[in-house]
């Protein structure tokens, strides 16, 4: 990335990706003699993580600064040199990417959170969909799209797809989708009243009072949702691991099921 950064000529995209990558740089520069911690972690897991955040530092350890995003972006971002000490991906591809290219400390790796797949619409909607087979999500939107996150690449997008696409609606919403960077962003559509719709985690819908859950996607419909946690290759803190432990640890445990999440 920084190659890239250094050229005099680049895109409109590429110089976008500089940007982002030279903030998150500063962003996370640590000061002088501090050992900084840096997780990047997927988008729905701020609330929860935030909390357990100040959990650790009241356990006696330095904040971790923590940035969050779609697991596709952040792989990216670990891909292209961003320095990160830990990695939380809301899906196996992303983790697999990374770990392909050889940027995980190994074994490290494990299996950290599971979480469930929910159809949501504005708190004051009306709407009333029983999810099933053919079930009448185009008629349920009307002249509006569906919120998702970008079904192409970002977790909770590629989760949505595969249940509407074992559930035959596929076909009939895909030119009405409203595609976010990321699953909270997805949310914000909804809560905002600017979809009629949306789909998003249950824990996301749960921290968010402008919305409500219509329904819940069977399991069965769209692979396991599972968040895999690594320390990352570059990282040369020891706190990496020592973090990944307290996520494991029991009050930890009980701080996500707090927010939702079901522990692996």
Known sequence: MLRECVRTSLSLGAMYRCLIWFALALMIAPSAGAQTLTVFAAAS??????????AWQQSGHARA???????????KQ?????PADVFISADSDWMDYVEQ??????GSRINLLRNELVLIAPADSKVSLAIGRSFAL???LGSGRLAMADPDHVPAGKYGKAALEALGVWPAIS????RAEDVRA???FVARGEAPLGIVYRTDAAAETRVRIVGAFPASTHPAIVYPAAVT???NSDSGARFLEFLRSGPASVIFRKHGFLPY
């Open 138 to 140: 185009r008629e349920a």
């Open 233 to 235: 290759r570059s990282s």
């Open 45 to 54: 897991l701020k609330n929860a993580l935030d909390e357990l955040n100040s």
């Open 186 to 188: 997805a949310q914000n």
């Open 101 to 106: 290219r050889a940027l995980l400390k190994s």
């Open 175 to 178: 030119d009405r989708i409203a």
């Open 78 to 82: 670990i891909e292209n040199g961003a």
């Open 65 to 75: 600064v923590v940035a969050y995003g779609a697991s596709s972006a952040l792989a």
